[in-house]
């Protein structure tokens, strides 16, 4: 089983729409959370970090519950700019210091 | 003014050869990464570097060693390549301890196909 999971996609969904995708962790010791997003053939770019008691950035909530290990991430009024792929990323410090990406969730918008 | 570079960005080269990837920041991180991610977009650590220090060292085939003549810069080189290192190398930085977390910021990968 990874370590981090998420529904790979993808998601299609026409502008305006609004999607949410959810993300689950094996490893209880995780600490932080967070939200990468990937345009095709570009590097991972942070998108917003993950808050127990939940957090917004504009059209973007992200939520945590930490009793079930999952994450999400709801995205409201989709714009076509919106299309990429959505990594769910933990980071726990234990024997090591290190970031545990999920494999992403594809988000496609169409006009 | 690009925070992470590496370089080259694609390389076509064929099995058995030996080849590297080159990667510097500019942004004063102490800590340096290599990630992977194959055909199934799955992005994975490789190795990370302290301040010139290996402090992790995932289950690599010990062909991929990577080199870092300062905190700056953090080489990758592969030697005898094999068909499955085809893949997209990003490297990475970041300085552990900053709020909010680990914040990393990646190069803009390298596409390294083996034929």
């Known amino acids: 089983r990874k370590e981090v999971e998420q529904d790979p996609g993808p998601f299609n969904v026409p502008e305006g729409a609004t999607v949410a995708f959810n993300c689950t962790y094996s490893?209880?010791?995780?600490?932080?959370f967070f939200w990468y997003r990937q345009d095709c053939r570009k590097e991972p770019k942070l998108l917003m970090s993950?808050?127990?008691s939940g957090n917004e950035d504009g059209r973007f909530t992200a939520q945590l519950n930490r009793a079930s290990q999952y994450i999400s991430l709801l995205i409201r009024d989709s714009k076509l700019s919106d299309s990429a792929t959505y990594l769910c990323?933990?980071?726990?410090?234990?024997?090591?210091?290190?970031?545990?990406f999920g494999s992403g969730t594809r988000l496609l918008v169409r006009p | 003014d690009t925070a992470v570079s590496q370089t080259p960005k694609y390389l076509v080269t064929q099995m058995g050869n030996d080849k590297s990837i080159k990667c510097e920041q500019n942004l004063g991180h102490d800590t340096m990464y290599w990630y992977k991610q194959d055909s199934k977009k799955f992005l994975k650590i490789m190795f990370s570097y302290n301040n010139k220090e290996l402090i992790i060292n995932e289950t690599v085939p010990n062909r991929f060693s990577p080199k870092s003549p300062d905190k700056a810069h953090l080489n990758l080189h592969i030697n005898s390549l094999e068909l499955g290192d085809s893949a997209v190398y990003f490297c990475?930085?970041?300085?552990?301890?900053?709020?909010?977390?680990?914040?990393?910021?990646f190069g803009e990968g390298s596409w390294l196909t083996v034929v």
């Open positions: 490893n209880s010791a995780s600490q932080s």
């Open positions: 990475a930085s970041s300085q552990p301890g900053q709020a909010p977390g680990n914040t990393i910021y």
């Open positions: 990323v933990v980071f726990r410090m234990d024997s090591s210091y290190k970031l545990i």
């Open positions: 993950v808050y127990s």
